[in-house]
C-alpha cells in the first residue's frame, strides 16, 4: 500500500542518506538538507537511519493514507495535524487507511521529514532512492503521486507516542552562528575580508534551494579575481564568485567548481544552516579547526543514537 499525495509543497522529494562514490561523474551525494531531523524520523519509527523519507520543504503539503502505519515528522518551520487534530513534531504516531497528514508552513524553518515504518520505498537510482530531478533521477513529487511503503518491522505499533527528547533536539535558531574551516583558497582574499567575513552577518538570499544557499552580507574582495581551475566542491563549502557575496554548497551541490573557496562549514552545523528562512533569517560564521569539527560531528551522533535506543538496547536496561 502507498502514501497517497494530496498537495505537494514547492520543494517535495524522496530522500534517503544519499547517494556515493558517484562525484567523480558529476553526480552530487543528494539526501536530506537537514540530516539531523531525517535520522530521528527515521529513529521513531524504527527504520533503519538511511531510510528513504518525504523530504517537504518551503510549503505547505497534505498526504493521505491507504494503510495503517507508524508515522513521524521531524524538523523546523513546520506543524502537524492528522484529520484536523494537532500532533507535535519529533514524535510517532500511528495512522489508519483514510487519515489525512496536514504539514502546514510556519515560521521557525524550512525542513521537515515524514518517516514511515517500511520506508518508502521508491525507484533506486545508483544505489540510492535519493531524487535527483537535475539529472533526471525522480522529479518533485506531485498531487496524485502514491508512493509504495516496505514492510515495518514486527510490533511497530509499540513505538507510537515515542518522543525525541528535547535536550537532542538541534539548536535551530533565526540567527545562528554556523562553524566553519578556513577553505583552501584563503589567501586568495584581503584580510580586511576575511575579518569581514567572521565578523559580519550574513542573510540567507531567497534565491536558494537544495543546491546551494545564496548569502547576502559584507562584500568579500579577492586579490586579484573570483577564478580558478575548476577544482571538486564537497557539501558545506563555501564559494565566493565575483560579485563578493557567498554561496554555501547543499546536497544537490555541482561537483566541480571554478570559483575560491574561503571556508567549509562543518557537517554539523549544516542541518542548522539549512533550516534558516531565506529572506528572514542571517548568520554568522565562526572559525574552528578540524578537531572541533570532528568532535562536533561525535557529539551530534551521539545524541541522536542515545536519543531513541534500539529495542535490543532497551531490554539490556532492565
Known amino acids: 500500500m502507498t502514501l497517497y499525495i494530496q498537495e505537494a ?19 552530487p551525494e543528494s539526501g536530506p538538507m537537514d540530516g539531523w531531523a531525517f535520522q530521528a524520523a527515521n529513529r521513531l519509527v524504527g527504520n533503519d537511519p538511511g531510510a528513504a523519507c518525504v523530504e517537504v520543504g518551503f510549503s505547505s503539503a497534505e498526504i493521505s493514507l491507504e494503510r495503517r502505519c507508524l508515522l513521524a515528522l521531524c524538523g523546523a518551520g513546520y506543524s502537524l495535524s492528522v484529520n484536523g487534530r494537532p ?3 519529533w514524535m510517532s504516531f500511528l495512522g489508519k487507511p483514510g487519515d489525512h497528514i496536514r504539514m502546514d508552513k510556519i515560521p521557525g524553518g524550512n525542513w521537515a ?11 533506486v537510482w545508483m544505489g540510492s532512492r535519493s531524487a535527483y530531478p537535475a539529472a533526471g533521477l525522480g522529479r518533485k513529487l506531485a498531487q496524485g503521486d502514491r508512493l509504495p511503503l516496505g514492510e515495518p518491522c514486527a510490533q511497530t505499533g509499540r513505538f507510537s507516542g515515542r518522543s525525541f527528547p528535547t535536550a537532542a533536539l538541534p539548536p535551530y535558531s533565526l540567527e545562528p552562528v554556523i562553524r566553519v574551516i578556513p577553505g583552501p583558497h584563503l589567501a586568495w582574499f584581503t584580510s580586511e575580508s576575511w575579518d569581514s567575513y567572521c565578523q559580519g552577518a550574513y542573510f540567507v538570499s531567497t534565491q536558494s534551494d537544495r543546491m546551494g544557499y545564496r548569502l547576502t552580507g559584507p562584500t568579500l574582495a579577492h586579490h586579484t579575481g573570483a577564478d580558478l581551475v575548476s577544482q571538486g566542491m564537497v ?18 551541490h555541482p561537483t566541480t567548481g571554478g570559483y575560491a573557496c574561503i571556508a567549509t ?47 535490543e538496547d532497551a531490554w539490556l536496561g532492565l
Open 265 to 311: 562549514v562543518i557537517k554539523a552545523d549544516l542541518p542548522r544552516l539549512a533550516q534558516v528562512e531565506p529572506g528572514r533569517g542571517s548568520v554568522r560564521f565562526k572559525p574552528v579547526n578540524l578537531d572541533a569539527a570532528h568532535a562536533a560531528w561525535v557529539e551530534v551522533n551521539e545524541k541522536i543514537t542515545s536519543a531513541i535506543p534500539f529495542e
Open 9 to 27: 509543497a514547492l520543494m517535495m522529494t524522496v530522500q534517503d542518506g544519499g547517494r556515493f562514490g558517484y562525484q567523480r561523474y558529476g553526480m
Open 87 to 89: 500532533l507535535p513534531l
Open 113 to 123: 521529514y515524514l518517516a514511515a515504518a517500511g520506508g518508502i520505498q521508491s525507484e
Open 235 to 252: 557539501q558545506g563549502e563555501i564559494q565566493v564568485p565575483g560579485d563578493g557575496q557567498p554561496i554555501v554548497m547543499m546536497p544537490d
